[in-house]
């Protein structure tokens, strides 16, 4: 039995679509055939690129399907999906700047028909999503950020952390999570600081490869997005960055884990 790893979608569907089938996980008409196989997204289903719901409305289809499979098909909790809760629940609120928490989440690359389009249904399946997740000896989280230490010392208190957050009514605590949330490669750098971070992490909540997404792959080795075509491993192999930067031009792709 294998797990696929597919990058931030961004609203880019096609593209969604075109690594399902290739894989063999879809057949063209996008039914589940990946069989016990298992999916995880990485999160940031939504903004920048035109069908975050779209990615999003799949993904809760192919759930159903694969778990009729024996399979499993599942997602990270990503800041964009953190984004667009925080709109739907509170869009008229006003910000400490005047702004509206809408027009703040259309700064952030927010997609007017996404937002339209999004109901309860897609609420409450984005406020169960884990922001962290262990499979045998990979941690998976969204972000290359430090965020998570914020919100519990072990995976269980992480994801109840964040499942209370968006509970809440407390609109100051989910902007603070937000801006927590945009820091990008703590586990990168020059010095050896990122590594330790990331080597801090994994003994706190286990594993010994830390897989995420959140920064683009492109952006963060300053390459050509278009020549992005696998996982990128670094900080001495701790860490595997499976953002691909579909929405800078990289075609994506699927990251066999197992
Ligand atoms: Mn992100």
């Given at each position: 039995?294998s797990?696929?790893?597919i990058?931030?979608?961004h609203?880019?569907?096609r593209d ?10 879809c057949?063209e ?7 016990t196989s298992k999916?995880w997204?990485?999160g ?14 799949v ?11 024996g399979?499993e ?6 800041n964009?999906?953190l ?8 869009r008229?609120?006003t ?6 928490v809408?027009?703040?989440w ?6 007017e ?12 399946w984005i ?6 997740v262990?499979?045998?000896?990979v941690l ?8 998570y230490?914020?919100f ?5 208190s992480?994801?109840d ?7 809440s009514d407390?609109?100051p ?10 820091e ?13 971070r990331?080597e801090q992490?994994?003994?706190?909540y ?7 997404g959140?920064t683009?792959?492109?952006?963060a080795r ?5 020549t992005?075509t ?5 900080a001495?192999g ?8 579909m ?12």
């Amino acid at each position: 039995m294998s797990t696929y790893l597919i990058g931030d979608l961004h609203g880019h569907y096609r593209d969604y679509e075109r690594l399902l089938v290739t894989e063999g996980l879809c057949d063209e008409n996008l039914n589940w055939t990946g069989g016990t196989s298992k999916l995880w997204l990485m999160g940031d289903f939504f903004d920048r690129g035109a069908s975050g719901l779209r990615c999003l409305d799949v993904t809760m289809r192919l759930q159903k399907e694969a778990a009729e499979a024996g399979g499993e098909v599942n997602s990270l909790l990503g800041n964009h999906e953190l984004m667009i809760l925080c709109a739907y629940r509170f869009r008229d609120a006003t910000h400490t700047d005047g702004l509206s928490v809408y027009d703040h989440w259309l700064r952030w690359g927010g997609i007017e028909t996404d937002f339209r389009g999004l109901t309860d249904r897609h609420a409450e399946w984005i406020s169960q999503l884990p922001a962290m997740v262990r499979l045998d000896d990979v941690l998976m989280i969204h972000a290359d950020a430090m965020l998570y230490v914020n919100f519990g010392l072990d995976v269980d208190s992480v994801n109840d952390g964040f499942r209370e957050l968006m509970r809440s009514d407390d609109l100051p605590k989910w902007m603070s999570a937000l801006s927590s949330f945009s820091e990008h490669m703590a586990f990168s750098g020059l010095d050896i600081t990122g590594s330790k971070r990331a080597e801090q992490l994994l003994s706190l909540y286990g594993g010994n490869l830390l897989v995420h997404g959140h920064t683009p792959i492109p952006y963060a080795r300053q390459i050509d997005a278009e020549t992005v075509t696998e996982a990128w491993s670094y900080a001495g192999g701790r860490c595997l960055n499976v953002d691909g930067g579909m929405y800078m031009g990289s075609p994506g792709f699927v990251h066999k884990l197992q």
